[in-house]
């Protein structure tokens, strides 16, 4: 062709602050460019070293999966990798590939210098929510057409169950490293719960050749019966961008409810006026349950690990009809801004559940937007003062769903509520982006660290670190930790290793009708799954 190398450098250049091949043997055969800015090495440190010593473990399977879905002559990617560190901070690379069909099974790879990445893993819907939201605002910038891919893995919980522990916590890394290196720079798929999965990602293939490809690259032993489908939605049309997440949260909700079968909507604007539709809906059966209370009230016990594991109180959760979480509901009472009565209904509910029960302590959840209200204030201490016999005996959970804005209005009702005798709980601390300022600017009593820290200690990653620290912390400004989402005994072990006070999750006790009580105990026990939990002892 004629072309001399250097004139070819320079194009690759053009795009690219590193350029690395990668042998069939998984060793890197060439190096040139930035190397020491991007990874702290040199380029001839790096040939003849494993590719995998060069990326951050925790994006090691993603890239593998990029790897291994190489087509010859096609170009994949860029995902924003993570590069090893080798203790100085963290730097991550846009990484594309390609291979040629003549050169020995090697992979050409370019890297460019990026921003790095907040997730390393999947993740949960209202993340992935977040993330497609932003994506589809770029999008209509740059032109790019993005589709959301809904994914089920049939038979994936059967297999969970039938192999051991080390088996599921690999296959659960391969699983997200396949997913994401799918996804739209390598930070787009999430987990929506047992075999389901979601990823945005660009057009242009349809939903059973991406099912097929995550079979394949999964190489999951047949004997299994794992199976892949897969359908998309285009993420085009002229919505705005509430109505977009409102498209999105139903295609997802529709999804998890009914999976494959779910007749979803096909187009994006077809999801828009669905979801218009069921909000209306919705709308009216808050109002009407909150109205004529036909709501229920489940309990779920939260066990102090410095006495025992003996009862501390329950948390109270509110359901609507059946048994499934009453989140969408809630959140959408948040946004179109109906949460207060609701909050308030199920404070009345619990006062008066306490005036039952003597022996009860309850949690009630309390969204951000009611807490800044002074009328819900207002409610709730007239309605202490007509049920003086529950004094000293309820919590508020403060849930994060909805960000406090005015956080000094927040403090003074919550102090004033405090002097009521009301224990104050920060929940899901570290799930949003604004638990740190809560807690420095909030009088708390227990901070609840959110599920996600303590089931990820079961997968031995950095969040024992971050519970410690965050003990350490709560325990020098006088406030309590609670670990919530215990399922298993070595989670227990590992957050009370930490020094965690107290603990609830489905190891104690799954949501029940019946709170379990030094009466109701045994009856309890017997019928759901956990383990017995002591007599009740003291309050704080
Ligand atoms: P939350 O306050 O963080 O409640 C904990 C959620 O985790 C509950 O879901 C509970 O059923 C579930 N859970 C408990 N133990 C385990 C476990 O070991 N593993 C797993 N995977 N999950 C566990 P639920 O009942 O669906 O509630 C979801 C959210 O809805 C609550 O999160 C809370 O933010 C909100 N919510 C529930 N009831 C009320 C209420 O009366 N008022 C307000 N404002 N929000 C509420
Ligand atoms: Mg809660
Ligand atoms: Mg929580």
Same mark, same amino acid.
């Given at each position: 062709?004629?072309?001399?190398?250097?004139?070819?450098?320079?194009?690759?250049?053009?795009?690219?602050?590193?350029?690395?091949?990668?042998?069939?043997?998984?060793?890197?055969?060439?190096?040139?460019?930035?190397?020491?800015?991007?990874?702290?090495?040199?380029?001839?440190?790096?040939?003849?070293?494993?590719?995998?010593?060069?990326?951050?473990?925790?994006?090691?399977? =993603?890239?593998?999966?990029?790897?291994?879905?190489?087509?010859?002559?096609?170009?994949?990617?860029?995902?924003?990798?993570?590069?090893?560190?080798?203790?100085?901070?963290?730097?991550?690379?846009?990484?594309?590939?390609?291979?040629?069909?003549?050169?020995?099974?090697?992979?050409?790879?370019?890297?460019?210098?990026?921003?790095?990445?907040?997730?390393?893993?999947?993740?949960?819907?209202?993340?992935?929510?977040?993330?497609?939201?932003?994506?589809?605002?770029?999008?209509?910038?740059?032109?790019?057409?993005?589709?959301?891919?809904?994914?089920?893995?049939?038979?994936?919980?059967?297999?969970?169950?039938?192999?051991?522990?080390?088996?599921?916590?690999?296959?659960?890394?391969?699983?997200?490293?396949?997913?994401?290196?799918?996804?739209?720079?390598?930070?787009?798929?999430?987990?929506?719960?047992?075999?389901?999965?979601?990823?945005?990602?660009?057009?242009?293939?349809?939903?059973?050749?991406?099912?097929?490809?995550?079979?394949?690259?999964?190489?999951?032993?047949?004997?299994?019966?794992?199976?892949?489908?897969?359908?998309?939605?285009?993420?085009?049309?002229?919505?705005?961008?509430?109505?977009?997440?409102?498209?999105?949260?139903?295609?997802?909700?529709?999804?998890?409810?009914?999976?494959?079968?779910?007749?979803?909507?096909?187009?994006?604007?077809?999801?828009?006026?669905?979801?218009?539709?069921?909000?209306?809906?919705?709308?009216?059966?808050?109002?009407?349950?909150?109205?004529?209370?036909?709501?229920?009230?489940?309990?779920?016990?939260?066990?102090?690990?410095?006495?025992?594991?003996?009862?501390?109180?329950?948390?109270?959760?509110?359901?609507?009809?059946?048994?499934?979480?009453?989140?969408?509901?809630?959140? =959408?009472?948040?946004?179109?801004?109906?949460?207060?009565?609701?909050?308030?209904?199920?404070?009345?509910?619990?006062?008066?559940?306490?005036?039952?029960?003597?022996?009860?302590?309850?949690?009630?959840?309390?969204?951000?937007?009611?807490?800044?209200?002074?009328?819900?204030?207002?409610?709730?201490?007239? =309605?202490?003062?007509?049920?003086?016999?529950?004094?000293?005996?309820?919590?508020?959970?403060?849930?994060?769903?909805?960000?406090?804005?005015?956080?000094?209005?927040?403090?003074?009702?919550?102090?004033?509520?405090?002097?009521?005798?009301?224990?104050?709980?920060?929940?899901?601390?570290?799930?949003?982006?604004?638990?740190?300022?809560?807690?420095?600017?909030?009088?708390?009593?227990?901070?609840?660290?959110?599920?996600?820290?303590?089931?990820?200690?079961?997968?031995?990653?950095?969040?024992?670190?971050?519970?410690?620290?965050?003990?350490?912390?709560?325990?020098?400004?006088?406030?309590?930790?609670?670990?919530?989402?215990?399922?298993?005994?070595?989670?227990?072990?590992?957050?009370?290793?930490?020094?965690?006070?107290?603990?609830?999750?489905?190891?104690?006790?799954?949501?029940?009708?019946?709170?379990?009580?030094?009466?109701?105990?045994?009856?309890?026990?017997?019928?759901?799954?956990?383990?017995?939990?002591?007599?009740?002892?003291?309050?704080?």
């Amino acid at each position: 062709m004629g072309v001399a190398p250097h004139r070819l450098l320079g194009f690759a250049f053009a795009n690219a602050d590193l350029l690395l091949e990668i042998a069939s043997d998984g060793q890197i055969a060439f190096a040139i460019g930035a190397s020491e800015a991007l990874s702290g090495s040199q380029e001839t440190a790096l040939v003849g070293r494993a590719w995998r010593d060069f990326i951050d473990p925790r994006d090691r399977a =993603m890239v593998q999966a990029l790897l291994d879905g190489l087509t010859e002559g096609k170009r994949a990617g860029p995902l924003v990798v993570s590069l090893a560190s080798n203790g100085r901070g963290e730097r991550a690379a846009a990484m594309s590939t390609f291979r040629l069909p003549a050169n020995d099974g090697a992979i050409s790879c370019t890297f460019s210098r990026a921003q790095p990445s907040q997730s390393h893993g999947l993740h949960d819907r209202s993340g992935l929510e977040a993330v497609t939201a932003a994506l589809f605002e770029t999008s209509k910038a740059t032109g790019l057409e993005l589709e959301l891919a809904l994914v089920e893995m049939g038979g994936l919980p059967a297999l969970r169950k039938a192999i051991g522990p080390e088996a599921v916590s690999a296959l659960e890394q391969r699983l997200a490293g396949v997913l994401r290196a799918q996804s739209h720079g390598g930070g787009a798929a999430a987990d929506l719960g047992g075999d389901r999965y979601a990823l945005v990602r660009h057009t242009g293939e349809t939903g059973e050749v991406l099912a097929k490809r995550l079979l394949q690259l999964l190489a999951i032993d047949p004997v299994h019966g794992v199976e892949a489908n897969a359908k998309t939605l285009a993420l085009k049309g002229d919505v705005s961008p509430s109505q977009l997440i409102r498209a999105i949260r139903y295609s997802l909700d529709s999804f998890i409810k009914d999976g494959m079968k779910a007749e979803g909507p096909d187009t994006l604007n077809e999801a828009v006026s669905r979801s218009v539709r069921r909000t209306l809906v919705d709308v009216g059966a808050l109002g009407q349950a909150v109205a004529d209370r036909s709501f229920r009230l489940v309990y779920q016990p939260v066990v102090d690990l410095k006495k025992n594991g003996g009862l501390h109180h329950h948390e109270v959760l509110v359901r609507f009809g059946d048994n499934a979480s009453p989140f969408p509901m809630i959140r =959408m009472a948040e946004e179109l801004d109906l949460i207060e009565p609701l909050d308030l209904a199920v404070v009345e509910r619990t006062l008066a559940k306490l005036v039952e029960d003597p022996s009860l302590h309850l949690a009630a959840n309390i969204s951000g937007r009611s807490i800044v209200s002074s009328s819900f204030v207002e409610a709730v201490r007239t =309605m202490l003062a007509d049920n003086p016999k529950a004094e000293g005996r309820l919590l508020f959970e403060l849930t994060e769903s909805a960000a406090i804005e005015d956080l000094a209005l927040a403090d003074r009702h919550l102090q004033a509520l405090r002097a009521e005798g009301i224990l104050i709980c920060l929940d899901d601390f570290g799930a949003g982006a604004a638990s740190l300022a809560y807690l420095q600017q909030l009088s708390l009593d227990i901070v609840k660290i959110d599920g996600r820290y303590i089931r990820e200690l079961q997968h031995g990653g950095r969040e024992s670190t971050f519970i410690r620290h965050l003990v350490s912390m709560c325990g020098e400004l006088g406030v309590k930790t609670l670990a919530e989402m215990v399922e298993t005994p070595q989670a227990e072990e590992a957050v009370r290793r930490a020094g965690v006070d107290y603990a609830q999750g489905w190891l104690y006790g799954a949501p029940n009708d019946v709170p379990m009580g030094p009466l109701s105990a045994t009856v309890t026990n017997a019928v759901r799954p956990g383990r017995r939990v002591g007599a009740v002892d003291s309050w704080g």
